[in-house]
């Protein structure tokens, strides 16, 4: 079994950063590919980022590209995401996933554990 934890989000104004964390707990953690997924209000659950098991390969959505970095410390058992020049549609719940297997997906079927989320709000 594996729990997810993020934190980090926020209020933030257009322009501003956040950076999200997700701790997870449960042995492994550096054999499995990360996600970061989002969901906004009246919207589908979307794909925003995520990292092999080795943090060697990356993958976004082209909506983030440039302005959001992922990375994990597998010593710490922990995947970040850093979010620069943050604009009001990145409006949104966002949860951390865990992969199903070593390779970064955009794919939300090829993740199998999900944290409760954490809210980001930027405010224009």
């Known amino acids: 079994q594996v729990q997810l934890v993020e934190s980090g989000g926020g209020l933030v104004q257009a322009g501003g950063s956040l950076r999200l964390s997700c701790a997870a707990s449960?042995?492994?953690?550096?054999?499995?590919?990360m996600g970061w997924f989002r969901q906004a209000p009246g919207k589908e659950r979307e794909f925003v980022a995520a990292?092999?098991?080795?943090?060697?390969?990356?993958k976004y959505a082209d909506s983030v590209k440039g302005r959001f970095t992922i990375s994990r410390d597998n010593a710490k058992n922990t995947v970040y995401v850093q979010m620069n020049s943050l604009k009001p549609e990145d409006t949104a719940v966002y949860y951390c996933?865990?992969?199903?297997?070593?390779?970064?997906?955009?794919?939300?079927?090829?993740?199998?554990?999900w944290g409760q989320g954490t809210q980001v709000t930027v405010s224009s």
């Open positions: 996933s865990k992969g199903r297997g070593g390779i970064a997906y955009s794919d939300y079927s090829r993740y199998d554990y």
């Open positions: 990292i092999s098991y080795s943090g060697v390969n990356t």
């Open positions: 449960g042995r492994s953690f550096s054999s499995y590919a």
